[in-house]
């Protein structure tokens, strides 16, 4: 495997931290994803990084669903999935011209806003969520958009189904299928109109496999620890360092 020798050292760790941080996330820690992004993007740049995520993602979206395929809110999949759709094709259309770094820091300063929402919602202890089609347009709209982009779209879909208020195993069940087809849906888009996906990048990806499946493991296990409550408050601080990262790497 010659391509292992392209890589330092440090590089490698980094690779396989992302990895199986990406694991964890699918098993249910969300927020953490926006930390492989990250490591991701430092070693193989914003952008070349997507082709090597996408297919981990979505080994990784089916051994989420089989694991909770049976706690999935259906109605929600359906409010937010074709918004998601429309988000997808217009990131397609203009992401290969966009400045990545401005555009992952106006993403982020978006996401911290309205995390600062939600924080205000849980401090009411209000009970109301948001009904009208406008919440599930936009963070469809903007979840598509920055997945597309630079697999983003966790922090706006966490911020949807916390406002919606779901309990921790209906959040990852339904998180499992709407990523599991929106991750299905970009394959095509990356290999064919960006090619980011290549013979050598499945190759790092196939490396990869063993460190995804034991995030997973080690995800599942410590997700199955945590109360509700604890759950909803652990999302919002991860999706808020990730912002943080976000906004600091250059």
């Not at 990784?60 to 395929?69: H, L």
């Not at 209906?170 to 299905?184: E, K, Q, S, V």
Request: glycine share 8%; aromatic share 14%.
């Amino acid at each position: 495997m010659d391509f292992i020798s392209v890589f330092s050292f440090s590089q490698w760790l980094m690779i396989l931290l992302a990895s199986f941080i990406i694991g964890m996330g699918k098993a249910g820690l969300k927020g953490v994803d926006m930390l492989s992004v990250t490591l991701m993007a430092f070693v193989f740049g914003s952008k070349s990084s997507t082709g090597i995520v996408l297919p981990l993602l979505c080994l990784a979206d089916i051994a989420a669903v089989a694991y909770y395929n049976r706690h999935a809110q259906w109605k929600h999949f359906w409010k937010i999935v074709p918004w998601m759709i429309v988000g997808i094709l217009l990131g397609v259309y203009l992401g290969k011209d966009m400045d990545e770094t401005v555009f992952r820091k106006i993403m982020a300063v978006i996401i911290m806003i309205t995390i600062v929402i939600v924080l205000y919602m849980e401090y009411r202890k209000s009970d109301k969520v948001p009904e009208h089609p406008l919440f599930a347009a936009s963070t469809g709209l903007a979840a598509g958009f920055t997945t597309m982009l630079g697999n983003l779209a966790g922090a706006f879909s966490n911020l949807y189904f916390l406002a919606m208020r779901l309990s921790k195993n209906d959040f990852i069940g339904t998180a499992a299928w709407i990523f599991l087809f929106m991750n299905l849906f970009k394959l095509p888009f990356q290999v064919f109109y960006w090619k980011n996906i290549t013979v050598d990048s499945l190759k790092i990806d196939a490396v990869l496999i063993p460190t995804l499946a034991l995030g997973f493991w080690e995800g599942k296990a410590l997700v199955g620890k945590i109360k509700d409550q604890h759950y909803r408050k652990l999302v919002m601080a991860l999706t808020l360092i990730g912002c943080i990262m976000m906004l600091v790497k250059r």
